[in-house]
């Protein structure tokens, strides 16, 4: 009975160090979310967000250094609910930071492999008090919503893929590949975030996983590909990109140095 009554306090301190967290978190996120005007780039995301659906796909296909439509998408959807103004486009930021900071206590609870306690509270305590975290998640900018993405897949990843030795269910496979489509589409970055799993399959020798998740990883990866050949200014960008990563081979003389 002592130990019954000892856990359920714990499991109720737990609850409200949590609540008291998001309570912290909404406080500072909100603080004056609007007291200033939108910076440039926010200015730029507000161009490209007030337009209509098919006229923000068609901008994106012919803009030059410009980020894929996911993000412009949803906060065009939510701007013709809550407005344009400074403070209503950069609280739906906010709120992705609020599902990624619950988010961020789920991850630490599968990577942690025990019941969640004290110790899930510190990565989400550290996402809440990181200044420049803060800057970004009250930001009309798709950068919180990618830590979304990438905090979801590796949950999906930690719970479904990297213990599993024998096939993953059809649900994990659709849940993981739908994410990964979300976070491509949300900024091109993600892309390196993403083919980190694979080689964790790999190195842990999880060779059914392995191939379930290249095989279901083709939709998204074709998808991928007709929006690189059906957009000029995404092949400009990473044309103009490629030089900067490329490694020049050392000419003979250089060698014989």
């Known amino acids: 009975m002592e130990t019954t009554a000892h ?17 912290l978190a909404w406080s500072l996120w909100l603080w004056q979310l609007d007291f200033s005007d939108l910076t440039f780039d926010e ?11 098919l006229e923000i796909l068609s901008y994106l296909r012919e803009a030059v250094r410009e980020h ?3 993000y412009y998408l949803l906060l065009h959807a939510w701007t013709l ?6 403070f209503s486009m950069r609280f739906f930021s906010v709120g992705a930071g609020m599902v990624g900071l619950a988010l961020t206590g789920r991850l630490a609870h599968l990577a942690l492999n025990r019941p969640a306690g004290a110790l899930t509270l510190l990565p989400a305590l550290l996402l ?38 024998e096939w993953p269910r059809r649900v994990a496979i659709a849940g993981l590949v739908t ?5 491509l589409f949300t900024h091109y970055y993600l892309l390196l975030f993403i083919l980190v799993q694979p080689l964790v399959l790999l190195i842990a020798r999880r060779w059914r996983p392995f191939l ?3 095989g279901g990883h083709i939709i998204p990866a ?9 957009s000029p200014g995404l092949r400009m960008t990473a044309g103009s990109l490629i030089p900067h990563f490329a490694l020049d081979a050392p000419g003979s003389l250089q060698v014989l140095r």
């Open 7 to 23: 856990n359920q306090r714990r499991k109720s301190l737990v609850l409200l160090a949590w609540c008291l967290l998001f309570l």
């Open 212 to 214: 379930a998740w290249c």
């Open 128 to 165: 809440v008090t990181v200044p420049g975290l803060a800057y970004y998640v009250r930001s009309a900018r798709m950068y919180s919503l990618g830590v979304v993405w990438t905090l979801l897949s590796a949950i999906l990843f930690l719970r479904d893929w990297l213990p599993a030795k």
């Open 222 to 230: 074709l998808a991928g590909l007709a929006w690189l050949w059906l």
């Open 68 to 70: 894929p439509p996911v």
């Open 81 to 86: 609910a809550a407005g344009t103004g400074e």
């Open 179 to 183: 994410v990964h489509f979300l976070a």
């Open 43 to 53: 200015t730029a995301t507000y161009s490209v967000a007030h337009r209509p659906f």
